[in-house]
């Protein structure tokens, strides 16, 4: 069971830095304000975004905007080995899991973020070679000197997440989850989480909606014009609720910067969804009637 509470949606730092929006020192420490004042505290990082430099572009933000670190929530993950600049001894994209390498990256992370402590600390991707004993064993250290409160994975499959959790508690798991990718909720992923309490997260909430002109996203945004008629919300906050109403108390990760946007993706929380639309909306996606 976590120790840690989320805000109902998380902000996504991918894009924050080089991999996209390249926002200065000064525009982060804004959106880090503008996130909180709309109910958005935790933000979620990975030591990768950014090409191993966007932690710390946040980190020199967050501690020239002087907000107390009490009122917000950090989320950080490593393991994946990209070729980067940062890291010139990577010759190959790969995964690292020893205990000496995850207790390495967390206190980099420290560094980076400008904090004692990490809220919620996930490996990012599962690895064929990762040794369960050892992972726990960073961890359950990292745990006791309070470097980190909750531990979790990211993209994780229930039966990976079992064999971590053998070792050591899991309370979160970050995964693939939208009205256009819900694998999740029909593989057993969602049930897995529900039963031994790992929270979900998830990650492009939007799915491929917005992004890309198929069938499926065709007739998803042909219902979801008659729905914005119906409840007053926009597309994309009918799909953050879509989510929002799964049972196992989905939490989605919005990356945008888009101040208009976060506030009303926000509204989502609010947004209490019928179900023969939440429904209708699963049946546009598959394009079919449900099983």
Known sequence: MSKTTLSPIISGTMNWGVWDKNLTTKEMENMIQI????????????????????????????????????????????????????RPENKIKHYEYSKEYIIWSVEESL?????????????????????????????????????????????????????????????????????????AMTDGSLDYMQTHEIRPLSWNPLGTVFREDTKKTRRLKKLLSELVQKYSFGSDTLLLAWILKHPAGVIPIAGTVNIARIQSLVKAVELEMDKEDWFAIWTESMGDDVP
């Open 35 to 86: 996130c909180i004042e709309n109910k958005i505290t935790t933000f979620d990082h990975a030591d990768i975004y950014g090409s191993y430099t966007t932690e710390a572009d946040f980190g020199k933000a967050f501690h020239a905007s002087k907000i107390s670190r009490e009122k917000l929530q950090l989320i950080t993950k490593c393991g994946i080995q990209m070729i980067a600049e940062k």
């Open 111 to 183: 560094k980076k973020l400008k904090t004692d402590f990490i809220d919620v600390f996930l490996l990012h991707r599962p690895s064929p070679l990762m040794q369960a004993d050892e992972i726990a064993e960073a961890v359950e250290k990292l745990k006791s000197e309070g470097k980190i409160i909750d531990f979790g994975l990211s993209n994780f499959t229930s039966s990976q997440t079992e064999l971590i959790r053998s070792k050591t508690e899991v309370s979160f798991n970050q995964v693939q989850f939208s009205a256009t990718h819900y694998e």
